[in-house]
T-cell receptor
Framework: DGGITQSPKYLFRKEGQNVTLSCEQN?????MYWYRQDPGQGLRLIYY???????QKGDIAEGYSVSREKKESFPLTVTSAQKNPTAFYLC??????????FGSGTQLSVL | SQQGEEDPQALSIQEGENATMNCSYK?????LQWYRQNSGRGLVHLIL?????REKHSGRLRVTLDTSKKSSSLLITASRAADTASYFC??????????FGAGTTVTVRA
């Protein structure tokens, strides 16, 4: 089945630790996105990638990093510089400027 | 920054009633999209309406767009318990970033 797979579903980070969230898609989409959602709020864009080997900062990129070495994969690293990382992280893909297909999300919490 | 703002923040209706929610935005757009999110899950795309379109339908959903007022509405007709969810509008503006509002939480009572 085509779709987007995010893993893990739950992740715990210790202080000072970097953690990486996985996002894989088999929809053959060029564009991929990472959003952060805090309780009761909308989605805020962290990073997006229009094409392989290229990505752009979104509205809240500080403390995060990404790579786009393969069309299918767009991993997000939450670095120790992100002081308030607890949130629900959503990955999505699309044909550029068309509807987004979302993964099921990763809940990140701080120990 | 969040481009779209939904109104109301929350809506409670009886099964079988219609639900209407609105989205206002600030700058010119390429398209506007509506999504649904069930608690703790990813978002599901509902409808995309382009800036040169005024109305679109999909099953029990009807979306309108008024670019002169920079607003859109989503109507769900004959609501069901399964429609209980949060609904978000998202705007695709000239900066190519799809910006989401804070959402409307809809509760459908049996």
């Amino acid at each position: 089945d085509g779709g987007i797979t995010q893993s893990p579903k739950y992740l715990f980070r210790k202080e000072g630790q970097n953690v990486t969230l996985s996002c894989e898609q088999n929809l053959n989409h060029d564009a991929m996105y990472w959003y952060r959602q805090d309780p009761g709020q909308g989605l805020r864009l962290i990073y997006y990638s229009q094409i392989v080997n290229d990505f752009q900062k979104g509205d809240i990129a500080e403390g995060y990093s990404v790579s786009r070495e393969k069309k299918e994969s767009f991993p997000l690293t939450v670095t120790s510089a992100q002081k308030n990382p607890t949130a629900f992280y959503l990955c999505a893909s699309s044909v550029w400027r068309e509807k987004l297909f979302f993964g099921s999300g990763t809940q990140l919490s701080v120990l | 920054s969040q481009q779209g703002e939904e109104d109301p923040q929350a809506l409670s209706i009886q099964e079988g009633e219609n639900a209407t929610m609105n989205c206002s935005y600030k700058t010119s757009i390429n398209n506007l999209q509506w999504y649904r999110q069930n608690s703790g899950r990813g978002l599901v795309h509902l409808i995309l309406i382009r800036s040169n379109e005024r109305e679109k339908h999909s099953g029990r959903l009807r979306v309108t767009l008024d670019t002169s007022k920079k607003s859109s509405s989503l109507l769900i007709t004959a609501s069901r318990a399964a429609d209980t969810a949060s609904y978000f509008c998202a705007t695709d503006a000239d900066d190519y970033k799809l910006s989401f509002g804070a959402g409307t939480t809809v509760t459908v009572r049996a």
